[in-house]
């Protein structure tokens, strides 16, 4: 297995679900040593090399974060989707979104400049929405392994419910969002079922 620094790891998103990375360090904290080697090995990182010869994370935030609170401090580095350091920053960040690889948007809605990305996994901030989406995963919508699929679906979630629900009364803003899940505006969002 390939290890890197999760240090050495930049994001490529704002925010995460933090009751996901909570969740994610229990299980992980569980594992015997050999256990977590393999888990991590078949959650490897796939990242780009962008300017700088940094790499950027391409999915498994939650799992770097969660590495991290157990003072973790390296994971598997995976599949290498591109090599784009040759790029400037304003075309790698451009490049990146086209791609699917990026996700500028916080945690109330609000699309951010690329210089608004942090740069370790520990200064993302907590997203309820990503959370609920994650809660309702499977139930409301299938896992499609698409892309920021949870940060979509809890964008959608948000244009229904307040924050305040799903902090106060997380079990009922998750039957909600099931519901919500199956009405006609969601129709062209990753993993409906209708």
Sequence with gaps: MNKIAIADLRPTQLTLGLSEV????????KMS??????????KSIP??????KCLYMVDHHHLARALWSLK????????????WSDLETRPFWRKMEAKGYFWPIDADGNRRPYAAIPRHVTDLTDNVWRSLARRVRGEAFTDL??????FIWGDYFRTFMSRRLIELEF???????TKLAR????????????
Excluded at 77 to 83: F, I, K, V
Excluded at 145 to 150: G, K, M, S, Y
């Design 183 to 194: 009405l006609d505006e969601a129709q062209d969002l990753p993993g409906f079922l209708g």
């Design 22 to 29: 909570s969740r994610r360090a229990a299980k992980i904290a």
């Design 72 to 83: 973790i401090r390296e994971a598997a580095l995976g599949e290498q989707l591109g090599d």
């Design 171 to 177: 079990n009922q803003a998750a039957e909600l969002a």
């Design 47 to 52: 990242h780009i090399i962008g300017p700088g």
């Design 145 to 150: 392994d698409t892309p920021f699929q949870e």
């Design 33 to 42: 040593a050999d256990e977590r080697e393999t888990y991590l090995e078949r």
